[in-house]
């Protein structure tokens, strides 16, 4: 059997991690083979390592039978290997034409030809069904668009290799659909595909085979269509998983988070980013907030942290009764708020603290912890130490450890940790389980439901539609900075879901004077 | 805890400190700075055992007599309190290169209190060391607000405060009372406001000593308490190694950075109060140059890695390097080039530490890349 692609006990080491560990990989012409493996294990680096972004430190590649060294991603180029990065790597503020050519430019006399080349793009852009508009700028496009624009930014090069890294992270499931046909014609033309994921259903859904990493050994490769998810997954993570989280029927009682009219501008103030958002949280429910990344939720969620100030006065929020719309953090943790945050290597914690002072890093005040302004580091010992019990929290030095050197799970469990054990009615969950394995996300989302039968209020913003479905009592969708939708997760499905955070439909939610499309 | 067992455990400790990578970076970094020196030595002098001479007056002047080690001590002082206030503002995440402007003013405000206030000794000189230390902070205060108010980058403010800081003490240096400047070069003398020698200089006899070096290593060991033990170092560490992540832990970031910043700037005041309240002090430069200790303070923090007990070492091993480059003027080395040897080494010092690290890195990467073919070849068999 010839095959298009063939890497040869590749081994490749940051320092003291070992990346890719002795990993043989094939693939063949014309085939969908699909890499799974949990965040660190080694799938990015091995295709980075394909396109040229790194050198392997043994191992050998061929390409169609032949042996190549790849050096850097000019030669991929020349071996016709393209790749599209999980985030694109565009030029912002240059046209898509511009960054399509961008590279590869045809000039006469030093100056640009751009009319040949623009011919052959539209030409492509037919032929896949890949609609771009080729003269706007990258900021101005959606993120689905830009997508396109990376796809023929490879096949201009006529990349016979396509590499894609976590190509669904960022699309509606609409988008998802369009993307796997022009992936499956694209097969069928004889080109070779390799789509990086950690999404067990998409593989069913295109890839024909799949090879699963774990900590940068290959596990296995398996033909798709007589391996089922669970097995795919048990594979990826090397034991049982179970997808559903187990949960009674919620039973809201008072109101503890209530957002009223929040509107805010873009800096330059041209833009709305949050139009007239309204919502409640109740004590002993779910709340979900869907969308597609950038649709204002980061904002929402800062604007009710108190990360970002509020500056429209007609904006109100209350926790517990209590306008909090222009009071400290700190005030607002000690009114009952607790926050796992989107980004926790940048807010969640202190990277360069252990374990032990990251976990007292909201309350270190309290007479618990010091007296006098001494800290008293017994007392805090011993809460830490309670804690890593308690959360199952894995580090090589216990309490000790520089949270920079725990994995990412660990990283979210030391958080949920903290932001669970202090005393709290609310809890603000953003993008609880961004970037973990499946096993860490099993255990945030039964953290949660537990939260929710401890009686307290949690806000859960999300942007994958499975999570939203599994753990949600009430789902609201977001659209441009407003709320467009809700939905009772038992009573609807994700494609519905998917047409309101695509914007093709909205509910009337209110009587303001919000113009409806449908 | 028995005497016996209290050396034990010195003794303990002491070893953990040798065998740590710190130490070893800092030894490193110093033979380095000192084999650089020497060539420089060897390019200049006219013959080589006479740069094996200046090496060696270099390396042991400082011990020569007991004058010379009081003289070293009693320089240290200043060196150690202005490395502490880089040090200090580091942890937080802020470069006070403007600690020569804050040490000026308060230098400034301590003549001023030492020359026109009337009190009785001890209590003129701890209420002229206060003033010092305010005068410092407030010129600490201003790129701190200036920072986090505007979003003005410290290392700016500080240098232009730096050269406002020079004219301003010319300014306010002039006035007659404060400083006798046509005849002799050396402040006037206002001796209630001394600093306490606490007999120091029998001990070291016929040098300038005083209590400063105890003051400096007492504020060393505070700075230290500080950090290690307090909530409010806490804090602050906490805003210099993330200030997100203090915001959103709701640790007030804009204050501590304030505060951060008053800190070192008072820091620096008390070093100034160090330099110019002994009963022989430099004297104070009344032209409008830069004050250079506010850079040395830098790499005094440099080489002991911000550490404030490695500060006393460092600040002393400075003021011991300075004095040994003085004494191998007798050798014939000019001046120019005694400074050009001393900073050479300094920058050496500075640059080798990073180098120190780098190369203990790849070290660690080598080891554990034949460890991992090892384990593999064994997985083979």
């Known amino acids: ?518 | 805890m028995t005497f016996q067992a209290f050396i034990k455990k010195l003794v303990a400790s002491l070893k953990k400190a040798v065998s740590s990578s710190a130490f070893t970076n800092t030894f490193f970094a110093i033979s380095s700075g000192v084999l650089v020196g020497f060539v420089i030595m060897l390019l200049t002098a006219s013959s080589l055992s006479n740069a094996v001479n200046g090496l060696f007056r270099l390396l042991t002047g400082g011990f020569q007599s007991p004058s010379m080690l009081g003289n070293v001590l009693f320089s240290a002082a200043p060196l150690i309190l202005v490395g502490l206030s880089v040090a200090f503002a580091f942890k937080t995440g802020l470069f006070n290169i403007g600690a020569s402007g804050q040490f000026m003013i308060g230098g400034i405000f301590a003549l001023y209190v030492a020359n026109l206030v009337s009190l009785p000794p001890v209590i003129h000189f701890i209420v002229a060391a206060l003033a010092a230390i305010v005068g410092g902070a407030i010129w600490g205060f201003i790129p701190g607000l200036l920072k986090v108010r505007y979003n003005v980058n410290e290392v700016i403010t500080c240098i232009m405060l730096n050269y406002v800081a020079a004219y301003t003490s010319v300014m306010a240096v002039e006035n007659p009372a404060v400083y006798d400047r046509g005849i002799t070069a050396i402040s006037i003398d206002y001796p209630t406001a001394e600093i306490p020698r606490l007999g120091l200089n029998q001990l070291f006899p016929g040098s300038y000593i005083d209590m400063s070096i105890l003051i400096a290593i007492a504020v060393a060991i505070l700075i230290w308490f500080i950090l290690k033990k307090t909530t409010l170092g806490y804090q602050l560490k906490a805003v210099g190694f993330s200030k997100d992540a203090s915001k959103y832990a709701g640790i007030p970031v804009s204050r501590n950075m304030i505060l951060s910043m008053m800190i070192a700037g008072g820091l620096a005041g008390l070093a100034a109060a160090m330099n110019y309240l002994p009963a022989n002090p430099d004297y104070f430069r009344s032209f409008s140059q830069i004050n250079p200790i506010g850079f040395e303070g830098i790499s005094i923090a440099l080489i002991a890695q911000s550490h404030p007990i490695g500060i006393i070492f460092s600040g002393i091993f400075i003021s011991f390097i300075k004095k040994g480059a003085l004494l191998m003027q007798f050798f014939g080395f000019n001046k120019e080039i005694t400074s050009i040897i001393m900073s050479v080494i300094i920058y050496m010092i500075s640059i080798s530490a990073f180098v120190g690290q780098f190369i203990k890195k790849r070290k660690l990467m080598k080891k554990q890349k034949s460890k991992l073919i090892d384990q593999r070849g064994d997985a083979n068999v």
Do not use: W
Not at chain 1, 76 to 85: L, S
């Open chain 1, 1 to 518: 059997m010839n095959y298009a692609i063939e890497m040869i006990n590749i081994t490749k080491t940051f320092g003291t991690l070992i990346a890719n560990d002795n990993i043989t990989f094939q693939v063949k012409p014309g085939e969908i083979h699909a890499i799974l493996g949990e965040n660190g294990a080694g799938k990015s680096t091995l295709m980075s390592i394909l396109f040229g972004l790194y050198t392997a430190d043994s191992g050998t590649i061929l390409i169609n039978g032949q042996e190549v060294k790849i050096k850097n991603p000019n030669d991929a180029n020349r071996y016709k290997i393209g790749m599209v990065h999980q985030h694109f790597k565009l030029v912002d503020v240059f046209s898509v034409i511009d960054n399509i050519l961008l590279g590869a430019e045809t000039t006469k006399h030093g100056f640009m030809q751009n009319d040949v080349p623009r011919k052959a793009i539209e030409e492509l852009s037919i032929r896949y069904a890949l609609k771009v508009d080729l003269d706007s700028y990258i900021k101005d496009i959606s993120v689905g668009m830009q997508q396109r624009v990376e796809i023929l930014k490879m096949l201009y090069r006529n990349a016979d290799i396509l590499i894609f890294d976590e190509p669904t992270a960022v699309l509606t499931p609409q988008e998802i659909e369009g993307l796997f046909k022009v992936i499956k014609a694209f097969a069928a033309e004889g080109k070779s595909i390799i789509i990086i994921t950690h999404k067990l259903n998409e593989i069913k859904a295109i890839a024909q085979r799949c090879t699963v990493l774990r900590k940068g050994k290959h596990v296995a490769t398996v033909d798709v269509s007589n391996t089922s998810v669970e097995r795919l997954a048990e594979l990826m993570v090397g034991r049982d998983v179970s997808f559903e989280v187990e949960k009674s029927k919620a039973n809201p009682k008072e109101v503890v988070l209530e957002v009223k009219n929040l509107n805010l501008q873009n800096k330059d103030r041209t833009k709305m980013i949050l139009k007239n958002v309204n919502f409640q949280v109740k004590a002993g429910e779910i709340v979900c907030i869907a969308g597609i990344e950038g649709n204002g939720q980061t904002q929402l969620i800062n604007l009710i942290t108190g990360l970002d100030k509020l500056h429209d006065l007609n904006s109100h929020i209350t926790l517990n009764g209590a306008d909090i719309t222009n009071v400290s953090i700190r005030k607002r943790f000690e009114l009952g708020m607790s926050h796992i945050p989107e980004d926790r290597q940048k807010y969640g914690l202190i990277l360069d603290y252990t374990l032990s002072e990251n976990m007292i890093s909201n309350t270190y005040y309290f007479d618990k912890f010091q007296k006098n302004g001494l800290l008293k580091f017994e007392a805090i010992s011993a809460y830490t130490n309670q804690l890593i019990e308690q959360y199952d929290i894995r580090s090589s030095m216990g309490e000790y450890t520089k949270t920079r050197s725990m994995s990412g799970g660990n990283q979210q469990k030391a958080i949920i940790a903290r932001e669970t054990s202090r005393e709290h009615h609310l809890l603000i969950a953003a993008q609880p389980t961004r970037g973990l394995d499946v096993g860490a996300i099993e255990y945030v989302h039964k953290t949660i439901v537990a939260q929710r039968d401890l009686n307290h209020a949690i806000l859960v913003v999300s942007l994958e539609l499975d999570e939203v479905m599994t753990i949600s009592d009430r789902i609201l969708v977001m659209y441009e900075g407003e709320i467009v939708g809700e939905f009772d997760p038992l009573k609807t499905t994700v494609e519905e879901i998917g047409l309101y955070m695509s914007g093709s439909k909205r509910m009337e939610l209110s009587t303001d004077d919000i113009p409806s499309i449908h």
